[in-house]
């Protein structure tokens, strides 16, 4: 009885923590053909760092022909993890296709999101930002793999008919954004 007594107070103390997890989580529903399906994960935590860090980062170790994963180095994760979040933050996101029809990202779920938070899939080469709070995002891609092309961010940024084109030799000044954290 004394067992069970000790698993039944270390079971009631995994709960405990458990509910008072505070960390900011952003899950990311991936759809793809052939009924393929997938959550992705970002999450901040004090403890992690940009790197990979054991213990929070995870490796993707399936090989779909169609899948989404953050892009983190060579690293191909499902599971991100980082220190702090701030609106200026991009996450990479690779994209894997096999050129047989359309993927979709959506935020399927946000834990512990500061007020007013936004997040967008930013297309690297147009410079569009899709908001997938309020829709999902939806591209079909020629066959390979795309790690550059796409970024999570948190800010839609500017728009394409905004961007101004400057002579090589036009002095310049440098502009800095707004590096609140979100806590």
Known sequence: SVV????????????DLAAEDTRLKVRLGIKGPQNFNREILLTFDKRATDNFDKGFD?????DFPNDVYWVQGENHLVIQATDFMYPSREFPLGIKSDGSGPISIKVDRLENPSPYMEVYI?????LETFDILTDSFEVELEEGEHN???TLVFERGVEVSDVVSLP????FKTMYKDTRLFI
Not at 4 to 15: N, V, Y
Not at 58 to 62: D, K, P
């Open 122 to 126: 930013r297309d690297n080469e147009t």
């Open 58 to 62: 995870v490796h993707m170790f399936t």
């Open 4 to 15: 069970l007594l000790a698993s039944i107070s270390a079971f009631a103390m995994d709960t």
């Open 168 to 171: 090589y030799d036009t002095p």
């Open 148 to 150: 550059d092309r796409y």
